[in-house]
Nanobody, 123 residues
Framework: VQLQASGGGLVQAGGSLRLSCAAS?????????MGWFRQAPGQEREFVAA???????IYSDTVKGRFTVSRDNAKNTVYLQMNSLRPDDTALYYC?????????????????WGKGTQVTVSS
């Protein structure tokens, strides 16, 4: 499994970004739980959001109501729509494919990780 995250950039506080995670081979996104994590400098990696094979999504409390995870099975791609961005959202964002069909808040539940995409939010 290969995962390629993109869509990061520099945005002002209050702005929006949409991250994409393109997966291969086919059906990775439709068959596996998919997650987004982030890591800020000097901090541990933290869970952001995940989506299960049936579309059920979960979010961390810090992003709930601001971020939305979705997927396009035909494109084998997962998205993270980020609205009302804050400076403390600044981090390297990673997408990951879970061992099972369900999303999880635990990084140990994911066995494939993409390279991150940097999100920087200025105040």
């Amino acid at each position: 499994v290969q995962l390629q995250a993109s869509g990061g950039g520099l945005v002002q506080a209050g702005g929006s970004l949409r991250l994409s995670c393109a997966a291969s081979p086919r059906r990775t996104v439709s068959n596996n739980g998919m997650g987004w994590f982030r890591q800020a400098p000097g901090q541990e990696r933290e869970f952001v959001a995940a989506i299960a094979w049936n579309g059920v999504s979960i979010y961390s409390d810090t992003v709930k109501g601001r971020f939305t995870v979705s997927r396009d099975n035909a494109k084998n791609t997962v998205y993270l729509q980020m609205n009302s961005l804050r400076p403390d959202d600044t981090a390297l964002y990673y997408c990951a494919a879970a061992r099972s069909s369900y999303g999880s808040t635990s990084g140990s539940s994911y066995n494939y990780w993409g390279k991150g995409t940097q999100v920087t939010v200025s105040s």
